[in-house]
C-alpha cells in the first residue's frame, strides 16, 4: 500500500464500509466493472480539487481526503441505482467532474464514492432560433466553447477556469465568467435541467424563456454544489459570436476613481462585456510596464458585440473614465491581459516556497464596496504571517461589485499551513460579514465556508438545512460541505 | 537566478515591508527552495518542470488526448507528473510490483504534444514523462512492453517481429539501391511498410517528377524513434548511427520520408542526442510541394467521384512538431475538383489518431478509444475519405473505425489521390 506512505488531512469520521467487496459488485452491476475502481492508482488521483491549499499537501506529500470508489456512470439511470445504493448502505457520495473547484467542494472528506461525471461530455443540440444549447454535464468548459466558437457562437461563460472546469461544476457552484457584465452569471445562462435527486428520482425542468409557474424550484439547484442533487444535462443560452471587440483601459489615481467610474458607466446601463479593477498592488503586478500605470490604478475594458453597439459603449465608456480622471493607456493593457489570462503559474510556485497563498472573491452593494475592501485588508494584513493582501474587482453590477481579494503568507512557526491558512480565510469571511458583504461571489461554499454559513444566511439557513433533510435524509450527497463545517475548530483572528 | 528576480520583481515592496521574523522565513525558503522538494542522489527526472506540472490546475487538461479517451482523472496531465515525481522521489515505490500500475501511466501518452499549445511553462507533459523513464530504466524497471519493442529494434532492425523491409518484393514495391550519388534519399518508415500502395505511389511521384533517388531497402533499418520514445538511449544512438553512415553513403541532398516521426527523428531527436545528419531531412509532403512549385509535378486529371470529396487529417507530427500545416493543403488545391473538408480540429490543433508515442504499447485499448474520438470529429465533416500523410495516423485511425465504419469510410494517405490525378 503506497497510500500508507501519506499523510492523511480528513481523517476524522470517515464512513466505515463493512463489506467493501459487496460494495463493488454492486456498483459493479450498476456501471459495469471497467466503470467502478478501488484501486490505488484512481483512489488517489481523486483525493482533492483544485483548493490551493491541497497544492501545498501534494507537494508535501499529503493528501487531503481518501475516496473508497470511483465510480464513471454514463447514464442518469446509473446514478439513480448508485445513489440509491448509497442510501441503503449510508455511503457518502461526491459528485466530481473536472475538479476546478477551489473551496473544496469535490473533497472526499468521509471517504465513499467519488461519482465522475466526466463521461457526461456530449454537446447534443444547438438551436439557433431559440439560442440555446443543450450539453451534457461533464462536458469541459473550453471544448463546449471552442465548439460553440466553431458554430458561431458564444456561451458567453469565461472563467478563468475555462479550459479546467465542466458545465455541471459551474452549475453547481454558480459560477461566473470574466465576461458576465455582458452575458451574466450561471444563473442567468441556465433555461433547462436534468438531474437526478438524492434518493434518485431523475427530474427535469423544462427550457423555456420565462415562466409563472410557482416558485423557481430549479434555481435551487444552481448553486448546490453537488448537495441536493446532480445535475446530468442543461440547456444553456448562447449569443452569435461578437463581430466587433474594442479594447479600452484606463488608469486612475485612485481606487475610489476607478469605483466611481465604473458605477457610472453600468448606471448608464453600458455593459462591457469584461470590466477589470486592479488595485495598486496588482497594478504594479500586472501591468508594471506601463509608465502611464505607474502609482495608478489600472481598469480594463472589452466591449464586445454588433459594430454599432460596440460603438456606443465604448465612446460613453471612455467619456465617463475620463470624467473620473482616468488616463488613458490604450489596447496594450488589454492585450496583455488576453495573452495571460490563462497562464497560471503561480499555483506551481507559491508551495515551492512553502507560502500558502489563496483567492477569496466577495459580493458588496456600491455603497461602501470602497470601506470594505480597505477593512478587508486591513483586516487580513493583521494576520500574523500574511505578506500579500491585494485584490482586483472581477464583477460588475448596476447595484454591486464582486471583489477579488489574492492573499499570500507564510505560516508563523507556531502554526501549520492549514492552521494559517484558515486563520486568514475565517479573518477575511469575517471582515466582509461584518461590513454587509456576501462572504463568495462565484466560487461557491465548499468546505471553506460552510462554518460561515449561519452568519451570511441567518434565520434562512435553518429552512436551507430542512430543505437538505428533506431531499437528502441520510446526508448522503457530498456531506461536510455548506451544511456542516469540518473547520469549526479553525482559527479565528 | 537573473530570470527568477525579474519575474519577481513586483514582490520587491512585498518583500520590504515584510517584518524581519518573516523575511527570514521567506528568504531561507526561497533560497531553500531546491533542497526542500528535490531528492537526493543522482536521477534524470526534471523535478522542476513536474512540480510545476503537478501543481498546475490541469490548464491542458481539455486537450489530452489521453484524458479526453479515457475520460478518468487518473489520466490527466498533472496526475501523470504527480506520481512521476512521487516514483522518483520514492514516495511510491517503482520497484514493487504492486506499483506496475503507476510505472504504466508514465508511458500512457501519445506524444501529440497538444498540451504544450496551453501549458503555462511551454513544455510538453511527455517531455517530463521521458525524464521519468530514464531513471525508470536506469534502475532496470523498464516495462517489459517496452522491452519488447527493444528487443524487435535488435532482431529485425524494424519495429516489427520481422524485417519488414524484406518483404518488399512480395509487396511489389521496387528497390532502388544507390549509387553513391543520388539526389533524394526516399526514406521509408517501418510503419509505411504496411502500406505498399503508398510506398508503391511516392515511388510513382518521384519518377514522374523526374527526381534521382534510391531506396536501399536491402540495408534499410528503422530511424530508432521507437528506442527514443522508450528512452533506451544507447539502442537509439545505434540507430542514429547506422542511419548517418546509410544516408552519408546515398551522397543525397535531401533526405525526404514518408513518416512524420521519422523526420523527427532524424533531426531534433538525433540533434538532441548529439549526432547530426549533415542532409536535409523533410517530410515527402513539403518536397512534393517544391516539385509542383518548379513545375516538374502537375496534377491535371480529376479524381473518381469516390475520392472527390475528402477530410484532411493533419498528422500532428507535422502540424506540431514540423510546424507545416501548409504543404498539405497546397498539395490539394493543385488537384482539379477536389472537395477538401477540414475537421473542426485541424492543423496545429489537430487531435491525436492514438497511434503515437508509447501508449499504444502500455495500453492498446486506451490508444483505440483515442483513434475513436478521433475517427468521430473526421466524420463531422461529412465526407467518407480521410486523407492523411503519415502511416501511424493511418494505422490509428483504422483502429478507430466501427464495423460499420469500416464499410464507408476509406482512409487514405496523399500520395495515393495524388497518383490518381497524374
Same mark, same amino acid.
Given at each position: 500500500m503506497n497510500i500508507e506512505n501519506f499523510e492523511l488531512?480528513?481523517?476524522?469520521?470517515?464512513?466505515?464500509?463493512?463489506?467493501? %467487496?459487496?460494495i463493488k459488485l454492486r456498483l459493479?452491476?450498476?456501471?459495469?466493472?471497467?466503470?467502478?475502481?478501488? $484501486?490505488?492508482?484512481?483512489?488517489?488521483?481523486?483525493?482533492?480539487?483544485?483548493?490551493?491549499?491541497?497544492? $501545498?499537501?501534494?507537494?508535501?506529500?499529503?493528501?487531503?481526503?481518501?475516496?473508497d470508489f470511483i465510480v464513471w456512470p454514463e447514464t442518469p439511470e446509473q446514478i439513480s441505482s448508485i445513489l440509491k445504493l448509497a442510501n441503503e448502505e449510508k455511503i457518502p457520495v461526491i459528485p466530481f467532474s473536472e475538479g476546478s473547484g477551489v473551496v473544496g467542494g469535490a473533497i472526499p472528506i468521509y471517504g465513499g464514492i467519488i461519482l465522475d461525471m466526466k463521461?457526461?461530455?456530449?454537446?447534443?443540440?444547438? $438551436?439557433?432560433?431559440?439560442?440555446?444549447?443543450?450539453?451534457?454535464?461533464?462536458?469541459?468548459?473550453? $471544448? !463546449?466553447?471552442?465548439?460553440?466558437?466553431?458554430?458561431?457562437?458564444?456561451?458567453?461563460?469565461? %472563467?478563468?477556469?475555462?479550459?479546467?472546469?465542466?458545465?455541471?461544476?459551474?452549475?453547481?457552484?454558480?459560477?461566473?465568467?470574466?465576461?458576465?457584465?455582458?452575458?451574466?452569471?450561471?444563473?442567468?445562462?441556465?433555461?433547462?435541467?436534468?438531474?437526478? !435527486?438524492?434518493?434518485?428520482?431523475?427530474i427535469k425542468f423544462k427550457t423555456i424563456a420565462r415562466a409563472s409557474t410557482g416558485p423557481q424550484l430549479d434555481k435551487l439547484f444552481i448553486g448546490n454544489e453537488g448537495t441536493l442533487g446532480i445535475v446530468t444535462k442543461a440547456t444553456l443560452k448562447i449569443w452569435p459570436y461578437p463581430e466587433k471587440r474594442a479594447f479600452i483601459s484606463y488608469a486612475f489615481p485612485t481606487f475610489e476613481d476607478s469605483l466611481e467610474a465604473t458605477r457610472q458607466i453600468l448606471r448608464q446601463q453600458i455593459y462591457p462585456a469584461v470590466i477589470r479593477i486592479y488595485d495598486a498592488d496588482e497594478t504594479y503586478r500586472h501591468f508594471g510596464h506601463i509608465e502611464k500605470a505607474k502609482d495608478s490604478v489600472m481598469v480594463v475594458f472589452v466591449c464586445e458585440g454588433i459594430e454599432r453597439l460596440v460603438d456606443l459603449e465604448a465612446t460613453i465608456t471612455r467619456e465617463t473614465c475620463e470624467k473620473n480622471n482616468g488616463i488613458e493607456c490604450g489596447e496594450e493593457p488589454v492585450e496583455h491581459w488576453f495573452e495571460t489570462r490563462f497562464r497560471v503559474t503561480e499555483t506551481s510556485s507559491t508551495p515551492t516556497f512553502k507560502m500558502v497563498a489563496d483567492t477569496i472573491e466577495i459580493g458588496f452593494l456600491w455603497d461602501k464596496a470602497a470601506e470594505m475592501y480597505h477593512s478587508v485588508v486591513e483586516a487580513a494584513k493583521n494576520v500574523k504571517g500574511v505578506i500579500m493582501i491585494?485584490?482586483?474587482?472581477?464583477?460588475?453590477? %448596476?447595484?454591486?461589485?464582486?471583489?477579488?481579494?489574492?492573499?499570500?503568507?507564510?505560516? %508563523?512557526?507556531?502554526?501549520?499551513?492549514?492552521?494559517?491558512?484558515?486563520?486568514?480565510?475565517?479573518?477575511?469571511?469575517k471582515a466582509v460579514e461584518d461590513a454587509g458583504g456576501s462572504f463568495g461571489h462565484h466560487h461557491g461554499v465548499g468546505i471553506n465556508r460552510s462554518k460561515w454559513m449561519p452568519v451570511e444566511w441567518g434565520k434562512a439557513f435553518d429552512t436551507l438545512k430542512a430543505i437538505k433533510n428533506l431531499l437528502d435524509p441520510n446526508n448522503i450527497l457530498n456531506p461536510g460541505k455548506i451544511y456542516e463545517s469540518p473547520w469549526e475548530k479553525g482559527g479565528e483572528n | 537566478m537573473g530570470e527568477i528576480l525579474k519575474k519577481y520583481k513586483w514582490m520587491g515592496p512585498i518583500i520590504d515591508a515584510m517584518d524581519r521574523d518573516v523575511k527570514r522565513l521567506f528568504m531561507k525558503n526561497f533560497r531553500m527552495r531546491d533542497k526542500n522538494f528535490f531528492p537526493e542522489g543522482e536521477y534524470k527526472a526534471d523535478i522542476k518542470n513536474l512540480v510545476n506540472c503537478m501543481l498546475c490546475p490541469n490548464m491542458c487538461r481539455f486537450d489530452c488526448g489521453t484524458l479526453q479517451?479515457? =475520460?478518468?482523472?487518473?489520466?490527466?496531465?498533472?496526475?501523470?507528473?504527480?506520481?512521476?515525481?512521487?516514483l522518483t522521489i520514492g514516495k511510491i515505490d517503482p520497484s514493487k510490483e504492486e506499483n506496475k500500475?503507476?510505472?504504466?501511466?508514465?508511458?500512457?501518452?501519445?506524444?501529440?504534444?497538444?498540451?504544450?499549445?496551453?501549458?503555462?511553462?511551454?513544455?510538453?507533459?511527455?517531455?517530463?514523462?521521458?525524464?521519468?523513464?530514464?531513471?525508470?530504466?536506469?534502475?532496470?524497471?523498464?516495462?517489459?512492453?517496452?522491452?519488447? =519493442?527493444?528487443?524487435?529494434?535488435?532482431?529485425?532492425?524494424?519495429?516489427?517481429?520481422?524485417?519488414i523491409y524484406e518483404t518488399y518484393k512480395e509487396k511489389g514495391i521496387e528497390n532502388i539501391e544507390t549509387d553513391g550519388n543520388d539526389e533524394v534519399y526516399y526514406y521509408i518508415g517501418c510503419e509505411s511498410m504496411k502500406f505498399p500502395e503508398v510506398v508503391k505511389a511516392n515511388i510513382e511521384l518521384l519518377k514522374k517528377a523526374g527526381v534521382r533517388f534510391s531506396t536501399n531497402l536491402e540495408t534499410k533499418v528503422c530511424c530508432g524513434g521507437p528506442a527514443f520514445n522508450i528512452r533506451d538511449l544507447e539502442t537509439?544512438?545505434?540507430?542514429?548511427?547506422?542511419?548517418?553512415?546509410?544516408?552519408?553513403?546515398?551522397?543525397?541532398?535531401?533526405?525526404?520520408?514518408?513518416?512524420?516521426?521519422?523526420?523527427?527523428?532524424?533531426?531534433?531527436?538525433? =540533434?538532441?542526442?548529439?549526432?547530426?545528419?549533415?542532409?536535409k531531412v523533410i517530410h515527402i509532403v513539403e518536397y512534393i510541394k517544391q516539385l509542383i512549385d518548379e513545375g516538374k509535378l502537375k496534377f491535371e486529371k480529376n479524381v473518381s467521384d469516390e475520392f472527390s470529396k475528402i477530410t484532411i487529417h493533419d498528422p500532428c507530427l507535422i502540424a506540431r512538431n514540423l510546424n507545416d500545416t501548409t504543404s498539405i493543403r497546397a498539395i490539394l488545391n493543385k488537384i482539379p475538383g477536389l472537395e477538401i473538408s477540414e475537421p473542426m480540429y485541424n492543423k496545429d490543433s489537430v487531435h491525436c489518431c492514438g497511434w503515437s508515442g508509447t501508449a499504444h504499447w502500455a495500453d492498446r485499448s486506451l490508444a483505440i478509444k483515442e483513434a475513436k474520438n478521433r475517427v468521430n470529429e473526421l466524420k463531422e465533416t461529412g465526407s467518407n475519405v480521410f486523407l492523411s500523410a503519415c502511416p501511424l495516423c493511418e494505422l490509428g485511425l483504422a483502429y478507430g473505425l466501427s464495423e460499420g465504419d469500416k464499410e464507408n469510410i476509406k482512409i487514405i494517405d496523399i500520395a495515393e489521390l495524388l497518383i490518381k490525378a497524374l
Open positions: 488531512i480528513y481523517k476524522d469520521s470517515r464512513v466505515i464500509i463493512k463489506d467493501k %467487496p459487496k459493479g452491476e450498476i456501471v459495469g466493472n471497467e466503470n467502478v475502481s478501488d $484501486n490505488e492508482i484512481d483512489i488517489l488521483a481523486y483525493n482533492k480539487d483544485t483548493t490551493l491549499i491541497t497544492l $501545498n499537501w501534494t507537494l508535501e506529500g499529503k493528501i487531503a481526503a481518501l475516496p463521461k457526461f461530455n456530449k454537446i447534443l443540440e444547438i $438551436n439557433d432560433k431559440d439560442l440555446t444549447v443543450t450539453v451534457e454535464a461533464g462536458t469541459n468548459g473550453m $471544448n !463546449l466553447e471552442r465548439y460553440l466558437n466553431a458554430k458561431g457562437y458564444t456561451g458567453g461563460h469565461i %472563467p478563468q477556469s475555462l479550459y479546467t472546469s465542466s458545465v455541471g461544476g459551474w452549475i453547481a457552484h454558480r459560477a461566473a465568467g470574466q465576461f458576465s457584465s455582458k452575458y451574466g452569471k450561471t444563473e442567468d445562462m441556465v433555461m433547462g435541467m436534468e438531474l437526478v !435527486l438524492p434518493k434518485g428520482d431523475v491585494t485584490a482586483h474587482v472581477s464583477h460588475f453590477y %448596476p447595484n454591486g461589485v464582486g471583489f477579488y481579494f489574492t492573499f499570500a503568507g507564510i505560516p %508563523p512557526q507556531e502554526k501549520s499551513d492549514f492552521q494559517f491558512y484558515q486563520e486568514v480565510w475565517n479573518t477575511i469571511v | 479517451a479515457e =475520460q478518468k482523472e487518473t489520466m490527466s496531465p498533472a496526475y501523470k507528473a504527480r506520481i512521476g515525481y512521487y500500475a503507476f510505472i504504466d501511466l508514465m508511458y500512457k501518452c501519445s506524444n501529440e504534444e497538444s498540451c504544450k499549445i496551453w501549458c503555462p511553462f511551454e513544455f510538453s507533459v511527455v517531455s517530463l514523462l521521458e525524464t521519468v523513464r530514464d531513471d525508470l530504466n536506469d534502475k532496470g524497471l523498464m516495462p517489459d512492453y517496452c522491452k519488447e =519493442q527493444i528487443d524487435k529494434l535488435k532482431k529485425t532492425n524494424t519495429i516489427e517481429d520481422h524485417n537509439a544512438k545505434d540507430f542514429a548511427n547506422r542511419n548517418k553512415d546509410l544516408i552519408e553513403k546515398t551522397g543525397a541532398n535531401v533526405v525526404v520520408s514518408d513518416c512524420p516521426g521519422c523526420v523527427v527523428t532524424l533531426t531534433s531527436r538525433y =540533434q538532441k542526442a548529439g549526432i547530426e545528419i549533415g542532409t
